[in-house]
């Protein structure tokens, strides 16, 4: 039967039909990803632990990043630091482990900018007391703050086995005033087009900011780059075109394959010895408009994340970012 009506059936009303069905799957797709998405992000009445340790670590890594700043103004932080101390009152509350590695190093990026700070004879009494009442039943370590780092010791590594070189890889938030050769840019393009993509479809595109007045309008719309964004020498921006993917299996697949690419481009660039800063690809629409407009980024192009590149100074600071125990899950 299915046969016939296929025979006696138009092929345009095949085709209509397929598009309907298409389309109602990626409508049902998207709401379950959004309905996902709104019930266990941030912010949905009282948090999780794993929430509340993200919250805090993306509250503390702003602390961290602030103390590799080569120009530190001194008092930074103010509305970060009152983020920080609540979530971790509030983390305290709920009840959860205070030898976590999350806690402590929160402690240790507080205790940081307070040794900082009391260095340079700034105030800080009160975040001294509210420190005094977060240590109590815990202790910290030296996971927070930042690592000082030379020119030599980065580019010695880039050439060394894998582990070492990518150990070896940070972001950088202060750079010389050498500019980035375009050819080592074309060579690290050439080398990071071996990322694999779904069926080698290479649906990624890379815009090379270097015009100062263009420059300025990446950092007025990228959230991540205050502070630091006017040392940076260009601004690589990173998009996958969802024009080469097909129905609501391959919904993600742009950001997938993009931000395959876009880790393989910073290694490719460190490889080349040139310094990054990878920057939030997460924008609002008016921020979108903006940079579509600008750079003549097409509507199918999803905006996978900036680069800040430049060349290394010799000596720097790099914030410790510090690692959690990977999750180790065997079935």
């Given at each position: 039967?299915?046969e016939l009506?296929r025979?006696?059936?138009?092929?345009?009303v095949?085709?209509?039909?397929?598009?309907l069905?298409?389309?109602?799957?990626?409508?049902?797709?998207?709401?379950?990803?959004?309905?996902?998405?709104?019930r266990?992000?941030?912010?949905?009445?009282?948090?999780?632990?794993s929430?509340?340790e993200?919250?805090l670590?993306?509250a503390?890594h702003s602390?961290?990043?602030?103390?590799?700043?080569?120009n530190i103004?001194?008092g930074f932080?103010?509305d970060?630091?009152?983020?920080?101390?609540?979530?971790?009152f509030?983390?305290?509350?709920?009840?959860?482990?205070l030898?976590?590695?999350?806690?402590?190093?929160?402690?240790?990026?507080?205790h940081?900018?307070?040794e900082?700070?009391?260095k340079?004879?700034?105030?800080?009494?009160?975040?001294e007391?509210?420190?005094?009442?977060?240590?109590?039943?815990?202790?910290?370590?030296?996971t927070?703050?930042?690592?000082y780092?030379?020119k030599?010791?980065?580019?010695?590594?880039?050439?060394?086995?894998?582990k070492?070189?990518?150990?070896?890889r940070?972001?950088?938030?202060?750079?010389?005033?050498?500019?980035?050769s375009?050819?080592?840019?074309?060579?690290?393009?050439k080398?990071a087009s071996?990322?694999?993509?779904a069926?080698?479809?290479?649906p990624?595109?890379?815009?090379?900011?270097?015009?100062?007045?263009l420059k300025?309008?990446?950092?007025?719309?990228?959230n991540?780059?205050r502070?630091?964004?006017?040392?940076?020498?260009k601004?690589?921006i990173?998009?996958?075109?969802?024009?080469?993917?097909?129905?609501?299996?391959?919904?993600?697949?742009a950001?997938?394959?993009?931000?395959?690419?876009?880790?393989?481009?910073?290694?490719?660039?460190?490889?080349?010895?040139?310094?990054?800063?990878?920057?939030?690809?997460?924008?609002?629409i008016?921020q979108?408009?903006?940079?579509?407009?600008e750079?003549?980024?097409?509507e199918?192009?999803?905006?996978i994340?900036?680069?800040?590149?430049?060349?290394y100074?010799?000596h720097?600071?790099?914030?410790?970012?510090?690692?959690?125990?990977p999750?180790?899950?065997k079935?």
């Amino acid at each position: 039967m299915k046969e016939l009506l296929r025979k006696i059936t138009p092929n345009k009303v095949i085709d209509i039909k397929n598009i309907l069905s298409q389309t109602y799957q990626m409508k049902k797709s998207i709401k379950n990803d959004n309905k996902r998405f709104t019930r266990y992000s941030f912010d949905q009445g009282k948090p999780t632990y794993s929430q509340i340790e993200a919250r805090l670590t993306k509250a503390y890594h702003s602390i961290e990043k602030g103390l590799s700043y080569s120009n530190i103004r001194l008092g930074f932080g103010k509305d970060v630091l009152r983020s920080v101390t609540d979530l971790m009152f509030q983390y305290r509350e709920l009840g959860f482990p205070l030898e976590n590695h999350v806690y402590k190093t929160a402690l240790s990026n507080l205790h940081k900018y307070i040794e900082l700070h009391n260095k340079n004879k700034y105030n800080v009494t009160n975040l001294e007391k509210i420190f005094d009442e977060l240590k109590e039943g815990t202790s910290y370590d030296n996971t927070g703050g930042v690592h000082y780092k030379t020119k030599e010791e980065i580019l010695n590594a880039t050439k060394m086995d894998f582990k070492s070189f990518s150990l070896s890889r940070h972001s950088i938030r202060d750079y010389s005033d050498v500019p980035v050769s375009d050819d080592l840019i074309k060579k690290s393009l050439k080398l990071a087009s071996h990322t694999p993509s779904a069926c080698n479809r290479q649906p990624w595109k890379v815009r090379v900011v270097e015009s100062p007045e263009l420059k300025k309008v990446v950092q007025k719309n990228q959230n991540g780059n205050r502070g630091f964004g006017d040392f940076i020498d260009k601004f690589l921006i990173i998009t996958s075109d969802v024009q080469y993917y097909d129905g609501s299996r391959e919904r993600n697949q742009a950001n997938i394959d993009g931000g395959m690419y876009a880790m393989n481009l910073i290694y490719a660039l460190h490889y080349h010895e040139i310094a990054t800063i990878p920057l939030s690809g997460s924008l609002t629409i008016k921020q979108e408009n903006n940079l579509r407009k600008e750079f003549d980024i097409l509507e199918s192009e999803n905006f996978i994340m900036f680069i800040g590149i430049g060349n290394y100074t010799d000596h720097f600071k790099i914030a410790k970012s510090d690692r959690r125990e990977p999750i180790f899950i065997k079935y």
